[in-house]
């Protein structure tokens, strides 16, 4: 078996001519992951990544410059696998052709090129998972891409299922390709890593991930092998260093097999007005689990400042009834339930208690968990991947990951039509008791947050996380879908009265 790829370096537009940036510059806006509105955004070339032995998978990774986005070190970046083949004449643009992603033909003054998305061409999954994990094939007849496909209709990211990838522990594979990349260690890397390591068996197992080098390895013109790496804990796993990577590009899971999205496995289930009440419980105990197993693998975080959380809470607020007319009659519902929240936390500190702070999802709702017959698994730790990644990883409030799966099932209520009243508010008292049970277990007599707050405090903390949530939902529908502002609208309504 060959070791795993080295991956290559060079600054700016290095291997790819002006012709194939104009190209992309055309190209970029209409895809579903790009960022930003295209409108005066302009793509400046940061660097570009090739991978050893492969001469036509080219990535480059591009700075967006525009109004209002951030500059230097904070820019946004976009990575862009392609795969550049030497050709007579242009290709036709066909099904099949687009199928394979075509992007375009081009000539240039060292002849004409065919210009694929290497986000659907085979070539460039091979170079990915190579970089990531040891192999002995080469793209034509490789084994592990029998029946490798892209997952179609994702937003942010590509990600590709290997089904014949072997590993430590079985067979399959999950490809995913982070369209933006953050200066940094990327949380979708180093959570369900350090994961795996801790032996937690809800996150599908980690195999790997594909680096830049780090800082002191250049990015310079053929900077050499970054820090690639086989299965976690593997025998010259070099993920761990001082420096860390100054980015991931790809990171490598085992494929759960017979698996179902949780947010499409809900809405089935309201559809017929089933009882989703088992499948919620099982969730939150999954989730209890896994709020234990991030403080025990990553460490606990702060505790938690009352006045500057309930300053987040009312400027938020704030916001989401200037942009939101019809939120106005919740205003003072919304300003009582958090002075009554600001009270308790104030109380809670004056009595020299802390309500402390840990790693979580940060983003977590029903679409993030897939069931299978043999459970729940969390995925996809990346947050918001346009944010810093330093906001992205901060310690936050267990509860929060709670409000986001009650808000979430309260989605999968709307979009299955449930005709059952009492589907969605069952499904989410199931959840809690889940979540519940687990964690006086786990953190021994404490309440959800993982700390010995009252009852009281802790119901007050979870209506007002989840209240803002729902304000945020009600912006976001507001500017985006107009038509389902009802759904978090009525969620306001609920948790108020």
């Given at each position: 078996m060959s070791p795993a790829r080295p991956v290559h370096v060079s600054p700016g537009a290095a291997h790819l001519p002006p012709e194939v940036l104009r190209l992309l510059d055309t190209w970029l806006p209409a895809q579903r992951w790009y960022p930003v509105p295209a409108e005066g955004v302009t793509h400046e070339p940061w660097l570009t990544v090739t991978f050893g032995g492969v001469a036509d998978v080219v990535?480059?990774?591009?700075?967006?410059?525009?109004?209002?986005?951030?500059?230097?070190?904070?820019?946004?970046?976009?990575?862009?696998?392609?795969?550049?083949?030497?050709?007579?004449?242009?290709?036709?643009?066909?099904?099949?052709?687009e199928a394979a992603g075509l992007i375009g033909t081009v000539t240039t003054a060292s002849g004409t090129a065919t210009v694929h998305d290497g986000g659907v061409h085979p070539a460039a999954w091979h170079a990915y998972f190579t970089a990531a994990l040891p192999a002995a094939c080469e793209p034509e007849d490789c084994a592990e891409l029998r029946g490798a496909r892209r997952i179609s209709?994702?937003?942010?990211?590509?990600?590709?299922?290997?089904?014949?990838?072997?590993?430590?522990?079985?067979?399959?594979?999950?490809?995913?390709?982070?369209?933006?990349?953050?200066l940094g260690p990327h949380p979708d890397v180093v959570i369900p890593e350090a994961l795996t390591r801790a032996g937690w068996d809800g996150v599908p197992r980690f195999l790997g991930a594909v680096e830049l080098p780090a800082p002191g390895a250049g990015p310079g013109p053929d900077a050499g092998p970054a820090p690639s790496a086989g299965p976690a804990g593997s025998p010259g796993d070099s993920r761990s260093g001082a420096s860390g990577p100054v980015a991931h590009l790809a990171v490598l899971s085992e494929l759960v097999h017979e698996a179902t999205d949780g947010f499409e496995l809900a809405c089935a289930y309201a559809a017929r007005d089933e009882d989703f009440g088992e499948r919620a419980a099982e969730l939150g105990a999954v989730v209890a689990h896994l709020h234990a197993a991030l403080r025990e693998a990553l460490g606990p975080g702060p505790a938690l400042e009352p006045a500057g959380f309930m300053g987040?809470?009312?400027?938020?607020?704030?916001?989401?009834?200037?942009?939101?007319?019809v939120l106005a009659p919740h205003r003072a519902g919304v300003a009582a339930l958090y002075d009554a929240l600001s009270a308790r936390l104030s109380a809670v500190v004056e009595h020299g208690d802390v309500v402390p702070l840990q790693p979580i999802h940060g983003d977590l709702h029903l679409g993030q968990a897939l069931w299978s017959?043999?459970?729940w698994k969390v995925l996809d730790f990346e947050g918001e991947p346009q944010r810093p990644v330093s906001e992205r990883t901060a310690p936050d409030l267990p509860l929060r990951d709670v409000a986001g799966l009650l808000r979430s099932l309260d989605y999968a209520a709307a979009v299955g039509q449930a005709t059952d009243p009492h589907w969605v508010s069952h499904a989410q008292i199931s959840f809690l008791e889940g979540y519940r049970e687990v964690q006086s277990r786990v953190v021994g007599g404490a309440t959800a947050t993982g700390s010995p707050l009252d009852v009281g405090t802790a119901e007050l903390l979870l209506r007002s996380l989840t209240v803002d949530k729902a304000l945020y939902e009600v912006v976001y529908e507001f500017r985006h879908r107009p038509a389902w502002t009802h759904i978090p609208l009525a969620a306001v309504d609920r948790v108020l009265t």
């Open positions: 990535v480059a990774l591009l700075r967006l410059v525009g109004p209002g986005l951030a500059a230097g070190d904070e820019s946004l970046v976009i990575q862009v696998p392609l795969v550049l083949t030497p050709t007579a004449e242009p290709e036709a643009d066909t099904p099949d052709t209709g994702e937003q942010s990211n590509t990600s590709v299922v290997l089904p014949a990838l072997p590993h430590a522990t079985g067979r399959g594979g999950m490809l995913k390709i982070l369209r933006t990349v953050a987040v809470l009312r400027r938020r607020a704030a916001e989401a009834f200037a942009d939101v007319p017959p043999d459970g």
